[in-house]
């Protein structure tokens, strides 16, 4: 039998398992199984805790489709307050896919600093941009036009700002941004609309999870996004359909994330 813990950060959720004891799965068929909401235990992801050499510790992530991601910022903050709720710090140093990141506790909520956002399009990736940003670009998906920004808070992002969230089919057309030939590497398609000065309604496909209430790497991308097109400044409330993240661009041009992350339960499993 093995441990673990249900997380969420604005809905947005997590199995977290300790695999410092060698326990560490990454069969994709295992994890779905886990992830499945019906015959599993249900999540929109499984971290790992496991040991590093770079920080105070590693975070290894999957998607519910048994697919691994390089980064997910509910989930780091999730894992971080599993960690300083066991440790009793106030900050933790993890390395991640997209990284070594801080993270910290500010009162009840947790701050990450995410790091840059990358903007140069090889580097996110999107074809046929070169070295250049991509910034209300147009993009054509099923049979229509959109304009899109595209980010990368070390896994990639393609943000598209409409005047109606209401009308945007997200399980029809989700799918179809995700595995669109502009994006060799898939990417998470979050649809914004602003609904206020530097307030911002944001809907999420996630990348080989589908729709889900929350997405912290999104909603940080979608700030930055909303940023370069002029609609809000660099500090903006994020409101995901699990709740609400706080997202500050700052002088460094890191941006910091702070939200809520929450356990659920706990529990055991066995294959």
């Avoid at 015959?39 to 040991?51: K, Q, R």
């Avoid at 975070?59 to 691994?68: K, L, P, V």
């Avoid at 009793?88 to 701050?111: F, M, P």
Wanted: one cysteine or more; charged letters at 25%.
């Amino acid at each position: 039998m093995q441990n673990f813990e249900k997380w969420q950060g604005c809905g947005n959720d997590f199995v977290i398992i300790d695999g410092r004891s060698n326990f560490n799965i990454d069969d994709a068929e295992k994890i779905s199984q886990i992830c499945d909401r019906h015959f599993g235990i249900g999540a929109d992801g499984v971290i790992y805790v496991l040991p590093s050499k770079v920080a105070a510790v590693r975070m290894r992530i999957f998607n519910a489709d048994g697919s691994e991601a390089e980064m997910c910022g509910n989930g780091l903050r999730c894992f971080t307050k599993y960690l300083l709720d066991e440790l009793g710090k106030e900050s933790l140093s993890v390395e991640t896919g997209a990284g070594i990141l801080t993270v910290r506790l500010n009162e009840d909520l947790v701050t990450v600093d995410m790091g840059a956002p990358i903007l140069d399009a090889e580097k996110i990736p999107v074809k046929g941009y070169g070295k250049n940003h991509v910034v209300a670009e147009k993009i054509e998906v099923d049979g229509k036009i959109f304009e899109m920004t595209c980010v990368s808070m070390g896994n990639p992002h393609c943000v598209v700002f409409v005047d109606d969230l209401k009308k945007i089919d997200l399980e029809k057309i989700g799918p179809q941004f995700e595995t669109h030939q502009k994006f060799p590497r898939k990417t998470n398609t979050e649809f914004v609309q602003v609904v206020g000065e530097n307030e911002l309604q944001m809907r999420v496909w996630e990348r080989g999870s589908g729709i889900t209430l929350a997405c912290g790497t999104g909603a940080c991308a979608t700030a930055v996004a909303a940023n370069l097109n002029g609609l809000a400044g660099k500090n903006s409330i994020v409101h995901l359909d699990g709740g609400d993240l706080q997202i500050e661009w700052q002088n460094d041009n890191h941006v910091y994330m702070t939200g809520a992350a929450k356990r659920v339960f706990v529990g055991q499993f066995d294959f």
